[in-house]
């Protein structure tokens, strides 16, 4: 099993919606003993209601103001493994307070047409619903790619991996 980290610092897992940052997430806090938060459970939380009833009644830039506030704040505390929505890099501000104090960021990679195989059934994430979901995981792809690259200090391909040795790759990181 791979060693907890040298030091006190925090883990910031991003990627593309369902790439599993929440469930390697879990896992990953629970072998550091490190606080596990998810910035949509954090979200959900304040608004208590769903992120996608936010999108219908308020439309996305509201969402976006509220994911930054909630980034901000869970990226200023220390060892704790957070798990972000898969839009959050596309605010600077949001990249800048991912990589601060320490935090090392994490890119759980998977393409397209392995995150449309796993999200056939979803229900719940907006901008996926009506209409082709690989189209606009493609699209989606295109804009963010470069962006999670550009956060990370390391990219983890997360397509066909499995969990736990998911879980080690990032560990041993
Ligand atoms: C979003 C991804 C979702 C959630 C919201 C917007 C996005 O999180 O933050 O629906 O812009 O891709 P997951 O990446 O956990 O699905």
Redesign the pocket.
Known sequence: MAASPPQAVSIVLVG???CG??TVGRHLARQFGYRFTDS?SDIEARLGHS?REHFERYGEAS?RDL?QTVIGELSGEGRVVLAT???AVLREVNRLALRRGGNRVVYLRSSPEELARRLRHDTQ???LQGGDALKKLRD?FRVRDPLYREVAHYVIDAGRTSLPTLVNLVAMQ
């Open positions: 593309m919606p369902g940052k929440s949509d992120i969402f994911e929505g898969g839009g994430r907006p901008l989606l």
